[in-house]
């Protein structure tokens, strides 16, 4: 893992995280578990409506932490009800928290590739819909990361399990002097949030 990005994990603090909030990760931490020790693998799909926020952000912070914990077999996707394309102040926030990413061209909906080990395969981000033939289809948990998602997407085929995780949304920033603190504190808000999830992993 590269330095940067380790150094801001371990200067996450999970103890900051309310116990009513630790409740609701700990569904996923269970998720976890259940799914290495039944499957032998876990599949976490982030949905949120558009798929250029909040569901990348917890596609790619999951993953990170897996690897932090040396949990194997996690793998991490994102989708939405619609698609739209990855915002770029999401990629701005993450390059700014460690990450490195190369854009493979395309106009409406870019396709980027984000480094955070020098030994495992890069993060794979680009808008699409939760059901995309890159996502899985089954043995997997459905992670609803908004509110309007959850409510207008009740039922998600192939899902195991279905957790609802929200965050607000960093969008309400957009074009005004709080943009950059509001995406920094969005992304480490699910940074340790995810953090914890995985730390309490016991089948590694």
Not at 24 to 29: A, G, R, V
Not at 67 to 93: I, M, N, Q, W
Not at 172 to 180: A, G, L, R
């Amino acid at each position: 893992m590269f330095l940067p990005i380790k150094n801001f994990l371990d200067g996450l603090d999970v103890d900051s995280i309310p116990l009513s909030r630790k409740r609701e990760l700990d569904q996923l931490t269970n998720y976890v578990n259940e799914s290495l020790n039944k499957h032998q693998k876990a599949q976490l799909t982030f949905i949120c409506t558009h798929n250029s926020r909040r569901s990348h952000l917890c596609q790619i912070w999951a993953q990170i932490a897996a690897r932090f914990y040396d949990v194997p077999d996690v793998h991490c996707f994102s989708g939405g009800t619609e698609t739209t394309a990855v915002y770029p102040k999401v990629l701005d926030t993450l390059k700014i928290q460690g990450l490195d990413f190369t854009q493979k061209k395309k106009k409406d909906n870019p396709k980027y590739y984000l480094e955070y080990s020098e030994v495992m395969p890069p993060i794979t981000a680009f808008s699409k819909l939760f059901d995309h033939k890159e996502n899985p289809t089954e043995n997997f948990v459905a992670v609803m990361t908004c509110d309007h998602a959850s409510e207008n997407c009740p039922f998600i085929p192939g899902a195991e399990k279905r957790v609802g995780i929200t965050y607000l949304d960093p969008k309400v920033s957009d074009s005004t002097p709080e943009q950059e603190a509001v995406y920094e504190e969005r992304s480490t808000q699910i940074a340790t949030e995810m953090k914890y999830v995985f730390s309490n992993v016991t089948t590694r």
